[in-house]
């Protein structure tokens, strides 16, 4: 075999895996993690919020706001920046 065809033979390889690999998350996430009970229950884990763009601007002020409103809540802040004050 030449380069090539090992390069070809390669790139098929980590295609196919990566294609196999997203096939099994989409089936266990959809079907297998629900027949097992292994899916993730989102109302055993308690009050929780997620808050895009919080590090500056409205986001910020509704990040704020959630943490003065709700006792005891998880806040998960997604922000460009790194920094947040």
């Known amino acids: 075999m030449s380069a090539l065809e090992y390069i070809g033979v ?5 295609f ?3 294609v196999l690999s ?3 998350k989409i ?4 079907f ?6 292994r899916s993730v229950k989102v109302k ?5 919020a997620v808050v895009t763009g919080a590090s500056d601007g409205i986001g910020r002020a509704y990040a704020e706001a959630v943490d003065c409103l ?3 809540i998880f806040m998960y802040i997604i922000s460009l920046v790194i920094n947040f004050k």
């Open 27 to 30: 089936v266990y996430t959809s």
């Open 44 to 48: 055993q884990m308690g009050r929780w």
């Open 10 to 14: 390669a790139g098929s390889a980590v």
């Open 70 to 72: 709700f006792d005891f």
């Open 32 to 37: 297998l993690g629900h027949a097992i009970g």
């Open 22 to 24: 997203e096939i099994w």
């Open 16 to 18: 196919t895996w990566f």
